[in-house]
């Protein structure tokens, strides 16, 4: 009687009353229906997808990026059934839609939040042109394993990093507002720990410790729920021995009951089905039940739920008061984007698709992804002015495919600009521009093509050689046992090192890979990832000085793949290995005594350090960290940690740096890392300029979870570092005392 009254004095319902009122309408099938998300027919609507439309048995469509068909779909949804429910519309909108920015691994060396807000700001709004009003993104897998093919969707191996950028693109997604235009629903993926599966492989399986679990992997996804994103999705994976879309201690205990997340949650592509192919369940019907009772609001691409959740209602197995629970939040959701009021889509209503401005941003955003790795004798920048000719080469330098990267629907390779195309741009009234591919593909193992790009590169000043992956090599599905530089690449290198002429080497790829064996031939490595639309011009005005690298590793670079996983959050252990206590091949003599082999945690065949470390990045300038202090260093509990540092430019261009602060608990209830990263800045210096960076802190932020998986900050002894990668060695000790 109250929501009566209130409509006859024209006061506006709430959201929950809404939906409400809403599920009090619907019959057990029409619930079924919007937990059911189906494949559309990319560019037409099949007969059984309308049918089952129109009997309100589909919630969410997705894979049609076609506003016209999008629009008929709604208009299906809305005019033809009998409560009038708008569609859910998803879509794989990873790294860009038209426009594509560089691989989030890529994205993800930027370490520049707003800069990522802003990519995917302008995929929001591109995509929202298209009918689009949900992505699965972000990924925010912690992930320390490069040979897993989805690193490259990842933003990297540090959770304090993963969270920050994960939160940023949540931000651009999602807008202020999810009703506003241009601003689509955002998705945490894959809950959880699906980039520990064992082996680097693909749908593997996951044993992760519930304590490494919380201080690790949970981090992003507990940093998301509380910044509101929109949707969660389930992990292919088990995890301890429970796949994921059936793990009720996950999904329920932990997602919903302690984080009090209210949003929708999704199941992977046939997650759900898969259940009883893990062995978990007998059948789809096991399946659909163990996942509703674990708490997966909509199923994905199968029809599990369709076909069996009316049954389990009707045995007692499944709750309804469960399914109105869920459905309720597949109904706040399209409340929240306001699709009730405006279901329809308007191309004219939103900026050109790859217009100049989002390609600036595409531009920019792959110039602060590269990350300079090595410049021997500052070869870069090049100066054209002291040069007359210049060759490009390799299999990538003029491939506008293969540079968009995994992950890409919707991007057109013709808006692409190459490596050998914005060197002519730029260069090419200067310069003689001459190219050759050396190889037929990244994975070709003939050598044929090397005489010409030999010949090339001996007439020439300089060359740049762009190598890596083709884009298919990294991705779902796609993981490697071997990282190396694949096919003949290393050799194509090594001939072309053997020409005495400045070798400057571009890696494209969607990982890190093992490129130990061609760091000595090149003077310069500029490391692209896979930089998305604009990565030509972008790498171009790197390699000419019109812009200095300023892109850092989200990610530790192995030097082999037996090191893998390396990263540099580890854990001490009682014998930690030093450049003291660790041996080499060549130290070893004939028959050496078992205990006489440096007794640490180490490889005996090769190098224990990194080839490159986490946060490592080189600039065309140098900078000196000096002056690190605190005006306090005893901290009582509850109070504010305060770390300062000096960073001076030394060198003679304009830089900017990712300033980093790491800290190490040294005593902890559970053992903790020798570094975490708490805190970064990102601050441009002209040459001989230098300025005061200052990092603050909460105690709260230095909290773990110990031995009875409760979060807290545990007072004691700490050291902090300021410098510009997981190396540092500008340190402080402090301590943090409990004044109760």
């Known amino acids: 009687m109250a929501i009566q009254n209130d409509r006859e004095f024209g006061i506006p319902q709430s959201t929950e009353e809404k939906v409400s009122e809403l599920i009090q309408r619907m019959n057990l099938d029409e619930k079924i229906g919007q937990m059911s998300q189906l494949q559309a027919g990319c560019g037409h609507i099949p007969d059984h997808l309308a049918d089952d439309i129109r009997h309100g048995r589909v919630g969410s469509v997705l894979n049609e990026v076609n506003v016209d068909v999008v629009n008929e779909l709604q208009r299906i949804s809305i005019e033809e059934t009998r409560l009038g429910i708008p569609l859910l519309i998803g879509r794989d909108v990873i790294h860009g839609f038209k426009t594509v920015f560089p691989i989030p691994l890529g994205l993800a060396a930027s370490w520049d939040p707003q800069l990522i807000k802003q990519t995917c700001r302008i995929s929001a709004q591109e995509a929202a042109s298209c009918g689009v009003n949900w992505t699965f993104a972000p990924m925010i897998d912690i992930s320390r394993d490069p040979r897993w093919g989805r690193v490259a969707e990842s933003l990297g191996e540090d959770p304090y990093l993963c969270a920050t950028l994960g939160a940023a693109m949540v931000d651009g997604f999602q807008g202020d507002k999810l009703s506003e235009k241009g601003a689509i629903a955002a998705c945490a993926k ?12 693909d749908y593997n399986t996951v044993n992760v410790p519930e304590n490494e679990l919380r201080n690790v992997y949970l981090r992003p996804f507990k940093k998301l729920a509380d910044s509101g994103v929109a949707s969660f999705m389930t992990a292919f994976c088990d995890l301890n021995g429970v796949p994921a879309t059936g793990n009720s201690w996950l999904l329920d205990d932990v997602l919903r009951k302690e984080w009090d997340y209210r949003g929708l949650l999704v199941s992977d592509w046939d997650s759900v089905i898969e259940l009883s192919v893990h062995g978990f369940t007998h059948n789809d019907k096991e399946s659909a039940c163990e996942a509703v009772n674990a708490g997966v609001d909509m199923e994905m691409a199968s029809r599990s739920y369709k076909h069996h959740l009316q049954q389990l209602v009707d045995e007692g197995r499944v709750d309804l008061p469960q399914i109105d629970r869920m459905v309720a939040r597949i109904l706040t959701l399209k409340f929240d984007l306001g699709l009730f009021d405006n279901p329809y889509t308007s191309a ?32 870069l920048p090049l100066n054209a002015d002291q040069m007359s000719s210049i060759a490009v080469i390799g299999p990538l330098a003029d491939d506008d495919y293969e540079q968009l ?22 260069v090419g009234d200067k310069l003689d521009v001459r190219y050759c591919k050396g190889l037929q593909t990244t994975r070709s193992e003939s050598c044929e093509q090397f005489s010409e790009a030999l010949e090339l590169a001996a007439q020439c000043d300089a060359t740049v050689v762009v190598v890596g992956e083709e884009s298919f090599m990294s991705g779902e599905a796609h993981s490697r046992a071997s990282i190396d530089l694949p096919g003949q ?16 080497v571009v890696v494209m790829a969607g990982r890190p890979l093992t490129i130990e064996n061609i760091l000595d031939k090149a003077d310069s490595i500029l490391y692209a990832w896979h930089p998305g639309t604009m990565g030509g011009p972008a790498i171009a005005d790197l390699l000419f000085g019109f812009q200095a690298p300023s892109g850092k590793l989200p990610v530790t670079f192995p030097r082999a793949v037996g090191q893998i996983p390396i990263y540099y959050a580890h854990k001490n252990t009682g014998r930690p290995v030093s450049d003291v206590n660790c041996l080499s091949m060549a130290d070893i003599p004939e028959r050496p005594e078992q205990t006489s082999l440096g007794m640490a945690s180490f490889h005996l065949d090769v190098n224990y350090r990194p080839l490159f470390p986490f946060g490592y990045g080189l600039s065309y300038t140098c900078f000196e960290y000096s002056g690190i202090r605190m005006a306090r260093q005893q901290v009582a509990l509850g109070g504010q940690v305060e770390i300062v540092a000096d960073i001076k430019n030394t060198g003679h261009c304009a830089g900017e740096e990712v300033v980093q602060l790491y800290i190490r608990d040294l005593v902890g209830s559970v053992t903790r890392p020798v570094k975490e990263l708490k805190g970064f800045q990102r601050v441009l210096l002209q040459p001989g300029e230098q300025k005061t960076i200052t990092f603050t802190l909460h105690t709260d932020e230095l909290a773990f979870y110990g031995r009875d998986m409760q979060l807290n900050t545990e007072p004691g002894s700490f050291q902090a570092w300021v410098g510009g990668d997981s190396d540092a060695r500008l340190m402080i000790d402090f301590d943090i005392y409990d004044d109760e």
């Open 405 to 426: 990267g995994t992950w890409v629907f919707d991007g057109d390779p013709h808006h692409s600009v190459t490596c050998k195309a914005a060197i002519e741009r730029l």
């Open 190 to 201: 894959h809950f959880a720990a699906y980039g520990a599966a064992e082996a680097g492989k």
């Open 489 to 504: 690449q290393v050799a194509l290198i090594d001939a072309l090192a053997k020409e005495g002429k400045p070798l400057i």
């Open 348 to 379: 004219a209503d939103y900026p050109a698709l790859v217009n100049v401005d989002h390609l600036e941003v595409a531009q920019q955003s792959a110039a602060k992804s590269c990350v300079l790795l090595k410049n021997d004798n500052q070869v």
